[in-house]
């Protein structure tokens, strides 16, 4: 797991007293980092201190999220959880479940870190997706060779490629 910043860390990055900071802050601080690193699939600091900088003000960033809607647990967890006005719908949910989709959250420095810090290996999209792998069936019918189509093949389609290097999210 990530290492997690430490309340007067938050403090300053806030700009409120550490003093204001319930002890659920901690937890929260824990849990951000774990958040991050599961959906990063990093499990140590990046080395680089622009990176690192990026990673701890995503840690803080979502922490503090969670801590100023964690009064708001049980409302948000009420049976009318989602709403469709027209053809406008949306669903309740706290910010951290939102994110461990890989979605965009709105949290400029998490969502940037979800970009930048992910690592190769991560995958494209979240549980339930898709995912492209080397061509490993090749089969015939009366057609003809048929075959499922791999990242090479795809990159010269027409119809375009997923990229799998760019981490969880495309978009």
Do not use: C
């Not at 709105?106 to 995958?123: E, M, V």
């Not at 375009?160 to 981490?167: A, H, L």
């Amino acid at each position: 797991m990530l290492p997690a910043p430490t309340i007067a860390d938050l403090a300053t990055f806030t700009g409120r007293p550490v003093g204001t900071f319930s002890a659920y802050a901690a937890q929260a601080l824990s849990q951000a980092a774990l958040l991050l690193s599961l959906l990063t699939h990093r499990t140590e600091a990046p080395e680089d201190p622009d990176l690192l900088a990026l990673m701890n003000n995503a840690i803080m960033e979502m922490a503090d999220r969670i801590l100023l809607e964690q009064p708001y647990a049980a409302a948000k967890a009420s049976p009318f959880s989602s709403e469709t006005i027209g053809s406008y719908s949306y669903a309740k949910g706290s910010t951290a479940y939102i994110a461990k989709s890989g979605l965009p959250t709105g949290l400029l420095f998490w969502d940037l870190a979800i970009d930048l810090l992910s690592t190769k290996d991560s995958s494209l999209v979240g549980s339930g997706g898709v995912a492209v792998f080397e061509r490993t069936e090749v089969y015939s019918d009366g057609e003809g060779e048929r075959f499922v189509p791999g990242p090479g093949e795809l990159a010269q389609a027409e119809y375009g490629f997923i990229n799998t290097e760019t981490g969880p999210r495309t978009g």
